[in-house]
């Protein structure tokens, strides 16, 4: 394994597999393509964000349409707040064979999906694309996905985590299930693998069971890369057992940096090297061929492409609370949020850059939109500026980039910005590895093996 140097950002695209960035106005974007329903459109981003030597593109995910705001999916169709999410797995296997070297990342969620199942996609994903899987951990937030499950309500914050903690434990524990050199190929002895080298797990716990062995072969990786972005204390701390990437919402310079100490003290006291997991920031890049330019570009994102509404909606998705029971004026207090069940983080992060009595108007406010992270403006000179200070300022080990508009966002950060940090020595001018792994610096995991079963298997 080549690995990452230190004195390298890690670059990662976060995608959605639909009709909308992060960004709730993109789809309005004049530049955004509308081919989000076509295989080529993801093949083409792949290929642009590999030209640009990325680590990762990942794709974010909800198993629900947004229906929160009012009890309704009305104004998620109507306004286009993200209303539309392919399936990954389909998706990621088309990205698989239209590139060769970026890593390939998919949001799973723990909640309700099962051990098992996740151990095995990510896996085959793994073999597939030559060892660039990763798997992006979420515990799911709301009761529009727990209705799409067959269930009236998710679960609680904390119970949502315990859960989550036992999915990893499993699905680790599957992917360690074969040796190594488990597989033989004996054509003569008619012999495929050796039996003592593929081990049941034998798992019995509070929320799973699951016999194993898991029916994939070790994978290039040895395993997948865990992504995780909780931000709330319980998610801070299971990102400090799990996670190899952090994604988080820091929306300003000092925020970031408090989040990053507090984040890599807790690796450190999980056992864990701080500096084998990369944190970053969500951020914007808006590149314009002259600052004129880029600020003209920044003016349309802030005031003509949000609508308020569409704002409200995906709030009330990422918070599992229902905002149409205020008024705009309305103060979000710390009562307001302790009464919540969803992404608590992000809402308290925001709060605190903005500072002072934060309104649901400001949270829904067309700025607001933009400010799950830094906004990076200006010429590719500026932008690399700005994100060499939040890099060299103790804020984080790179960036995780999401697009104000599809494709153009990615296309203008590979032709303007990259070659900027590529002459400063900050990022890769090729790829050094086949592996994400090989890209993130990360060493390939030993096979660790099964637990002791705890008791009879449920078959």
Same mark, same amino acid.
């Given at each position: 394994m ?5 004195d390298?950002m890690t670059? *990662?695209a976060?995608m959605? $597999?639909?009709s %909308? /960035? ?5 789809w309005?974007h004049?530049? +955004? ?6 295989a080529s ?7 642009q964000?590999e030209?640009?030597?990325?680590d ?6 909800r198993?629900?349409m947004?229906?929160?705001y ?10 286009g707040a993200?209303?539309?999410k392919l399936?990954?797995g389909? *998706?990621l296997?088309v990205? $698989?064979q239209s %590139? /060769? ?7 799973y969620?723990? +909640? ?8 095995r996609?990510f896996?085959t994903?793994?073999h597939l694309s ?5 798997w992006?951990?979420?515990t799911s937030v ?14 609680g914050h904390?119970?949502?985590y315990?859960?989550a903690d036992e999915?990893?434990? *499993? ?5 360690d299930t074969?040796?190594?050199?488990a597989i033989?190929?004996?054509r003569?002895a008619?012999?495929?693998a050796?039996p003592?080298?593929?081990h049941e797990?034998g ?5 799973f069971s699951a016999?194993g062995?898991l029916t994939?072969?070790?994978t290039?990786?040895?395993r997948?890369?865990?992504?995780q972005a909780?931000?709330s ?8 057992r799990w996670a190899e990437l ?10 970031a ?10 690796i450190?006291?999980?056992g864990?090297?701080p500096?084998s997991?990369?944190?970053?920031p969500m ?5 314009g061929e002259?600052?004129?330019h880029?600020r003209e570009?920044e ?6 492409l949000?609508?308020p509404?569409?704002?409200?909606t995906l709030?009330s998705?990422?918070m599992?609370y229902d905002?149409a029971q205020?008024?705009?004026d309305d ?8 009464s919540v069940?969803?992404?608590r ?10 500072g002072g009595t934060v309104t ?13 992270g830094?906004?990076f403006?200006g010429?590719g000179?500026q932008v690399?500026d700005q ?5 060299h300022?103790?804020?984080?080990d790179?960036?995780v980039?999401?697009a ?8 203008d ?7 900027r940090?590529q002459q400063r020595g900050l990022?890769?001018t ?7 792994r090989?890209?993130?610096g990360?060493?390939r995991?030993?096979?660790r093996?099964p637990a002791?079963?705890t008791?009879?298997?449920a078959l």
């Amino acid at each position: 394994m080549t690995a990452q140097r230190r004195d390298r950002m890690t670059l *990662v695209a976060f995608m959605q $597999a639909g009709s %909308t /960035s992060v960004y709730a106005g993109s789809w309005r974007h004049p530049a +955004t393509e509308h081919g989000y329903l076509d295989a080529s459109y993801y093949a083409k981003v792949g290929r642009q964000l590999e030209e640009g030597c990325f680590d990762l593109m990942f794709f974010d995910d909800r198993l629900a349409m947004p229906g929160i705001y009012d009890g309704s999916v009305a104004e998620a169709v109507r306004y286009g707040a993200r209303p539309v999410k392919l399936d990954l797995g389909v *998706v990621l296997g088309v990205l $698989a064979q239209s %590139t /060769s070297r970026i890593g390939l990342g998919a949001t799973y969620s723990t +909640t309700y999906y099962a051990p098992f199942h996740v151990a095995r996609t990510f896996s085959t994903l793994d073999h597939l694309s030559g060892g660039r899987a990763a798997w992006n951990v979420v515990t799911s937030v709301n009761d529009s996905e727990a209705q799409n499950f067959g269930v009236n309500a998710h679960l609680g914050h904390d119970e949502r985590y315990d859960r989550a903690d036992e999915f990893l434990e *499993v699905v680790s524990g599957l992917w360690d299930t074969w040796d190594e050199d488990a597989i033989i190929h004996d054509r003569a002895a008619g012999i495929y693998a050796d039996p003592g080298k593929v081990h049941e797990l034998g798992h019995v716990g509070r929320f799973f069971s699951a016999r194993g062995p898991l029916t994939v072969p070790r994978t290039p990786q040895g395993r997948p890369v865990i992504i995780q972005a909780g931000s709330s204390g319980r998610g801070r701390e299971f990102a400090s057992r799990w996670a190899e990437l952090i994604f988080t919402g820091d929306p300003g310079l000092e925020v970031a940096r408090n989040h990053y100490a507090d984040q890599k003290a807790r690796i450190a006291d999980a056992g864990r090297d701080p500096d084998s997991v990369k944190i970053c920031p969500m951020a914007y890049a808006v590149v314009g061929e002259s600052e004129q330019h880029a600020r003209e570009r920044e003016a349309m994102l802030l005031e003509d492409l949000v609508h308020p509404m569409a704002s409200l909606t995906l709030l009330s998705e990422l918070m599992n609370y229902d905002f149409a029971q205020h008024d705009l004026d309305d103060p979000v207090t710390d009562e307001l949020i302790a009464s919540v069940s969803g992404i608590r983080g992000l809402v308290q992060n925001l709060r605190t850059h903005i500072g002072g009595t934060v309104t649901v108007r400001d949270l829904a406010g067309h700025r607001a939109t933009l400010l799950q992270g830094p906004r990076f403006v200006g010429t590719g000179e500026q932008v690399a500026d700005q994100m060499a200070e939040w890099f060299h300022g103790g804020a984080c080990d790179g960036f995780v980039l999401a697009a104000t508009h599809m494709p153009g966002s990615f296309e203008d950060v590979v032709r303007m910005v990259v070659p900027r940090l590529q002459q400063r020595g900050l990022f890769r001018t090729a790829y050094e590895g086949n592996t994400l792994r090989d890209h993130l610096g990360l060493d390939r995991p030993a096979v660790r093996r099964p637990a002791v079963p705890t008791g009879p298997v449920a078959l």
